[in-house]
């Protein structure tokens, strides 16, 4: 890494941790993932929690939702994500959920969990998540 970079990054990282947060959990849908057949053929649900790091201070003095990222919306592109089209892994789509909102909504970055509750393990377990942090470049 580079010394511009470094610096660059350690801008960032002390922008993100003063930043606003917006944080949706348990946006939950049934999609079609698994590496196994009966997981693309039977589905099954998903729960995606996300939280973007971003600035609504604009929002707050202007009480206008224009000014912010509509968490509305938001679970749309999640739902939207997780009901297309069928991937094997859950790794897989949470790196398309994070890209596609970072695409839409104006945020510096987010942290996302994919929850897959039902995924088919033969011994009792609660959940299996897989979590990212991604930047918007």
Partial sequence: MTVENATVSTHLSERLARADRITLTGVGCVGYHGVLDSEKQTGQPFFVDITMFTDFARAAETDDVAHTVNYAEVAECIRDVVTG???????????????????????????????????????TFSDVSVTIFRENT
């Fill in 85 to 123: 089209e069928s991937l094997d892994l859950i790794e897989t789509l949470a790196e398309r959920i994070a890209s596609s909102v970072l695409e839409r909504f104006s945020v510096m970055a987010l942290e996302l969990t994919v929850h897959k509750p039902k995924a088919p393990i033969d011994v």
